[in-house]
């Protein structure tokens, strides 16, 4: 697939800065102290600026420093507005650093890896594929994906694919590069949800050791009920992203409609991509300690489990009318 750097970007309806602003330059002499810096606050998660003032740390919301530094109305002031945006996409903000990215022209901000844009290619290659043979197929299981993606007979299918959908779509069969570059920029876009895929692997990993390290400890009831507490916590931050990515994968599951309605089928992918990169940030430690941790039972499985129990407790409130449809989670599999 060829990218075509012609194609225009997808227009967003939300406020951004002027064009020429692409960093956070502030004019106040507060932002000009060195070592401050804007972030979410840990326990409220609201947007906050941390400044050093000798042997502290001053910490200011954003409205107090509008109120307190008299910036509403002003440019500065405009600026928190796009600070307070932006950490939805990045965890620490810098006076001088670049503005997001997906703030400027809804791109992201974040690397993906080749393995990432190969399986978003390869999505799009069967669904081409078994869309012209008559049976519109979606597979999740990865290893299955790459195999069917580099059967000949679906090359062949998906190559006829897009002149029958160039056709179908008032373009006439000789503009179907135009359909293989929406094809291109799809899985572009896709690969970043592939990609976010793997973050909620990890959650599951999380939950999935807390299961085993439950049958470690059964017959230590305390120890064990703690374990059980964390994964009441889990189930509903698991129930959301699993919704999350259903509701992306049936909206991107029809590859005709998708390719005829493109820029919002592109806007809807961003909006969903943004969304669960955002929730998976606060996880971004969590899930690194985890990945390093041995299911074993001993002080560091005991100090990671309270651990992940504030966190949970932190970031998500237990709902007692709960759907039990996730009753089993964490019970490790025989």
Same mark, same amino acid.
């Given at each position: 697939?060829?990218?075509?750097?012609?194609?225009?970007?997808?227009?967003?309806?939300?406020?951004?800065?002027?064009?020429?602003? /692409?960093?956070?330059?502030?004019?106040?002499?507060? $932002?000009?102290?060195?070592?401050?810096?804007?972030?979410?606050?840990?326990?409220?998660?609201?947007?906050?600026?941390?400044? *050093?003032?000798?042997?502290?740390?001053?910490?200011?919301?954003?409205?107090?420093?509008?109120?307190?530094?008299?910036?509403?109305?002003?440019?500065?002031?405009?600026?928190?507005?796009?600070?307070?945006?932006?950490?939805? $996409?990045?965890? @620490?903000?810098?006076?001088?650093?670049?503005?997001?990215?997906?703030?400027?022209?809804?791109?992201?901000?974040?690397?993906?890896?080749?393995?990432? @844009? &190969?399986?978003?290619?390869?999505?799009?290659?069967?669904?081409?594929?078994?869309?012209?043979?008559?049976?519109?197929? #979606?597979?999740?299981?990865?290893?299955?994906?790459?195999?069917?993606?580099?059967?000949?007979?679906?090359?062949?299918? &998906? +190559?006829?694919?897009?002149?029958?959908?160039?056709?179908?779509?008032?373009?006439? @069969?000789?503009? %179907?590069?135009?359909?293989?570059?929406?094809?291109?920029?799809?899985?572009?876009?896709?690969?970043?949800?592939?990609?976010?895929?793997?973050? =909620?692997?990890?959650?599951?990993?999380?939950?999935?050791?807390?299961? +085993?390290?439950?049958?470690?400890?059964? *017959?230590?009831?305390? $120890?064990?009920?703690?374990? @059980?507490?964390?994964?009441?916590?889990?189930?509903?931050?698991?129930?959301?992203?699993?919704?999350?990515?259903? +509701?992306?994968?049936?909206?991107?599951?029809?590859?005709?409609?998708?390719?005829?309605?493109?820029?919002?089928?592109?806007?809807?992918?961003?909006?969903?991509?943004?969304?669960?990169?955002?929730?998976? &940030?606060?996880?971004?430690?969590?899930?690194? /300690?985890?990945?390093?941790?041995?299911?074993?039972?001993?002080?560091?499985?005991?100090?990671?489990?309270?651990?992940?129990?504030? =966190? &949970?407790? %932190?970031? =998500? #409130?237990?709902?007692?009318?709960?759907?039990? /449809?996730?009753?089993?989670?964490?019970?490790?599999?025989?």
């Amino acid at each position: 697939m060829t990218t075509d750097p012609k194609t225009p970007s997808v227009e967003f309806p939300e406020p951004r800065p002027p064009a020429e602003s /692409q960093q956070f330059r502030f004019v106040h002499k507060v $932002f000009s102290v060195s070592g401050s810096y804007f972030a979410l606050a840990a326990d409220t998660g609201e947007a906050t600026f941390y400044v *050093p003032l000798g042997d502290v740390q001053g910490v200011l919301t954003l409205p107090q420093l509008v109120s307190g530094f008299n910036l509403a109305g002003t440019p500065d002031g405009a600026l928190l507005d796009v600070v307070k945006k932006s950490l939805a $996409f990045v965890k @620490r903000i810098h006076p001088g650093d670049s503005i997001p990215s997906e703030i400027l022209d809804g791109t992201a901000s974040w690397s993906v890896d080749d393995r990432h @844009r &190969m399986i978003a290619e390869s999505r799009l290659r069967v669904q081409l594929g078994t869309w012209m043979a008559g049976n519109e197929t #979606s597979i999740r299981d990865v290893a299955d994906l790459l195999k069917m993606a580099n059967d000949p007979d679906i090359r062949d299918k &998906m +190559q006829e694919a897009i002149t029958t959908i160039a056709e179908r779509l008032g373009l006439g @069969r000789e503009r %179907r590069i135009e359909v293989l570059d929406r094809v291109d920029r799809l899985a572009r876009e896709l690969s970043y949800i592939e990609a976010l895929r793997d973050r =909620f692997a990890a959650v599951k990993m999380i939950v999935m050791k807390l299961g +085993q390290l439950a049958a470690l400890y059964g *017959p230590e009831r305390g $120890f064990a009920d703690e374990i @059980r507490r964390v994964l009441v916590l889990m189930r509903k931050p698991v129930a959301e992203f699993d919704g999350i990515f259903v +509701q992306a994968d049936g909206q991107t599951g029809e590859i005709v409609s998708v390719l005829g309605n493109f820029d919002g089928q592109i806007a809807f992918i961003r909006e969903t991509r943004d969304t669960l990169h955002s929730k998976f &940030m606060p996880w971004d430690d969590l899930i690194q /300690q985890w990945q390093g941790m041995a299911v074993e039972m001993g002080v560091p499985a005991e100090t990671l489990l309270r651990a992940t129990y504030r =966190f &949970m407790a %932190r970031h =998500f #409130s237990q709902d007692e009318s709960w759907s039990l /449809q996730y009753g089993q989670l964490g019970k490790p599999t025989r």
